[in-house]
């Protein structure tokens, strides 16, 4: 059931390829890097302060990811998904939202399952061709390079929030 910016509520993020680069880096013994584009982290948090919810569904598990989460204080994580589109359903469920009021952010083809039960499938600028094509909204910005904080500016704003969301700042 298609949706418009206007009616989201949840807001789901992929993890690698979304919140990250897609790199993954190994270090000594057990190690994973990741790395995270602050700007995005901003947006997380100015989404929350305007009733945005934000969760992350990833198909990795990762001890930076769950750092990462609980530093943006984001309530619903679920890592080690076989099965996004399942677990995209769980996460609005236990958010408290309809799947047409939930946006999802994906950038291969593992993620479109749950892009296509989502109201407002969105898809990072460097994501394959299917996705992109997929997408109600396609962001110019790479994953992990701040495309994660367009999508939201672009929502809240849609949605007359973006002023609210920053105004400590701009005031």
């Known amino acids: 059931m298609p949706s418009g910016p206007t009616d989201i509520r949840l807001l789901v993020l992929d993890v690698d390829g979304v919140l990250t680069d897609g790199g993954l880096y190994y270090g000594p013994g057990d190690v994973e890097l ?10 997380i948090r100015a989404a929350a302060r305007v009733g945005l919810r934000v969760a992350v569904l990833t198909a990795r598990t990762s001890e930076a990811v769950a750092r990462r989460c609980a530093e ?7 890592q080690g998904s076989p ?11 236990a958010a408290g939202f309809d ?22 499938p969105i898809a990072v600028g ?10 109600a909204f396609v962001t110019a910005k790479p994953g992990g390079r701040g495309a994660v904080r367009e999508a939201i500016e672009a929502l809240l704003h849609a949605q007359g929030k973006w002023d609210k969301a920053v105004g400590q700042y701009l005031s």
């Open 34 to 43: 990741k790395r995270f584009d602050i700007k995005d982290g901003f947006a």
């Open 72 to 78: 943006l204080e984001i309530e619903h994580v679920i």
């Open 83 to 93: 099965d996004k589109a399942r677990d995209v359903r769980r996460i609005a469920n």
């Open 99 to 120: 799947l047409a009021q939930t946006a999802f952010i994906g950038d291969d083809l593992v993620d479109l399952p749950a892009m296509r039960l989502v109201g407002y």
């Open 126 to 135: 460097d994501a394959a061709p299917e996705v992109r094509d997929f997408a």
